[in-house]
């Protein structure tokens, strides 16, 4: 079949969404399909090997950004002849859609509450995307809404009353020849590199610093046993308020800000622990790419994709992005256990993660795919007789 992926950014150099969407089409390609990604931008280097056809958006400010790339990216696929157009970004009217960025309605009544909330609901961008949530969820044009995890499956039928017949549960997929156990060795390179040695190292890779919790740990740096334990922080944000933040703290110290690298799977083989204590998000792939690199996970109940924590084993969970007492006692858990018991979570982390290669992700998406068209032939059958 001839898949359209729309997604606005597709890039390798980024994580979570964007890296998935090269792995999708990549995958998807070797099943045997033909894949055109549609979108604002994509690696260059990917152009060898991936059809695109860009959106033209209008950047004069954030809502008019996605709304135009909504309309702009549906008329592309209008024009294609696909047999399937698969949204990965809010785009209403694609055949099938994933859950893949933070449901919006969810986010501003966790993130803003009292008259915060209130006004946010009236900001053009928040209501820009409710709107397209609303056209993807409540409209009759998608067939299939696929989600990461249990909450997202739970949350889209709670807000928008999306039936259980129409929802596919796909959990995420890593890339196990990026992410292995083998980046150990090329961690200890890390650590030679940051010039912490065989200090405890603690790992948080994400963009947006406030949603995934790094106030959270930064003040639980601040009271853990170990004074000698490093914090990597991964990612672009907000790095000077964080900084200052840390510097308050009296850990400036110990905390280095990296920036975006590329090669991330070497700083999941350096660490002992990567810790993501977010509000909310659908499913954290950077969870699964850190245990497949052999690196236990500290994250959130209230986060998607929880289910695969197995506590003591493969990770922990804290209640919230605010619990900060908690967060504390989990890290200093972990780094008082014996170097026997630190392996054998080492070990599990590794087998939670061959469970869900990309090649598994595919493959279920092409099922609901396969549903999807089988459908379409049924209703032309029926109209025709």
Known sequence: MHVAVIRKVVSLKK?????????????????????????????EELLDELEFLPVQVRNTTS??????????????????????????SRVPGVDTFRLTDPLQAHWLKVFYTGLSGRLQGMN??????????????????????IVQSSLDAKLIQDYFGVPAEKIRLIRNGVDLQTFHFGTRQSGQDIREELRIGDAPLIVFAGMDFRRK??????????????????????????????ERMANRLGIGDRVIFAGRRQGIARYYGAADLFVLPTIYEPFPNVNLEAMACGTPAITTSTAGGVDLIDEGNNGYLISSATAVEELTNTIDYHLA?????I???????????????????????????????????????SQAA
């Not at 969404?17 to 979108?39: D, F």
């Not at 256990?337 to 018991?341: A, R, Y």
């Open 15 to 43: 994580a979570g969404a964007e890296r998935y969407a090269v792995n999708l089409s990549r995958q998807l390609k070797k099943l045997g399909h033909r894949v055109t990604v549609i979108g604002e931008s994509i690696d």
């Open 63 to 88: 809502w008019a950004k996605n709304q135009s790339f909504a309309r702009n990216a549906l008329a592309v696929a209008s024009r294609g002849g696909f047999d399937i157009v698969h949204g990965l």
């Open 343 to 381: 392996e054998r979570m080492r070990g599990c982390c590794v087998r939670t993660a061959e469970a869900f290669p990309v090649e598994r992700n595919a493959r279920e998406t092409v099922a609901v795919f396969e549903e999807v068209l089988a459908e379409r032939k049924n209703k032309r059958t």
């Open 124 to 145: 053009p961008r928040h209501r820009t995307l409710l709107e397209l949530e609303r056209g993807i969820y409540q409209g009759n044009r998608t067939r299939r809404i």
């Open 337 to 341: 256990l014996p170097s026997e018991e």
């Open 213 to 242: 919790g790094l106030g959270t740990l930064l003040e639980g740096m601040g009271r853990i046993q170990s004074k000698s334990a490093k914090l990597l922080v991964l990612g672009d944000g907000a790095i000077p308020e964080y």
